[in-house]
């Protein structure tokens, strides 16, 4: 478990760019129908796969961060490109 990526994830929560509350709101649609959202003792709902309450987790800054890669297409349009580099070996 990345405890520095979880923690980053809730304190961008609590005060977001504009860009980073635009992000966590696409990846939150794509969370609301996932059937592995399940409601939590708390009433806040969790991924059923990583265990993370899903109103944090949408936060994160890393790319496709979601355990079943739901978020590619989202994240796609944020974050920078990856450049893929080929070898010759």
């Not at 059937?35 to 790319?63: D, M, R, T």
Request: proline share 7%; net charge positive; hydrophobic share 35%.
């Amino acid at each position: 478990m990345d405890f520095l990526k979880i923690a980053k994830a809730w304190i961008t929560s609590h005060n977001p760019t504009d860009r980073e509350q635009d992000l966590a709101e696409k990846r939150y649609l794509i969370c609301d129908s996932c059937p592995s959202k399940v409601k939590a003792i708390l009433g806040y709902y969790k991924c059923n796969e990583c265990g993370c309450p899903i109103q944090k987790k949408i936060f994160s800054n890393v790319y496709n961060d979601c355990p079943l890669e739901k978020w590619e297409l989202v994240d796609v349009n944020y974050f920078p490109p990856i450049k893929k580099t080929t070898s010759l070996f």
